[in-house]
């Protein structure tokens, strides 16, 4: 009786070790899906931003060397 508890006692508990596992996996999955898709997302973000920014920076160096010309034409 005692051996059969035993037995009982142990499988229970390598039932609960592998769900435990298992579980274990999946929310380490779910973990990386989303790692995952927030890096996306902040690469995307950074591209838009540095796109805005070399706009900007086009727009401003085209207004700096038309002043300059001025100043140069002027003088």
Sequence with gaps: ELKEARRRAKDAFEKTKEEGLNMQRVLLAE???ESSAMLQKAREELKSEADKARVTL???AEKFSEEIVRKLVAA
């Design 31 to 33: 973990a990386e899906s």
């Design 58 to 60: 086009k727009s401003d």
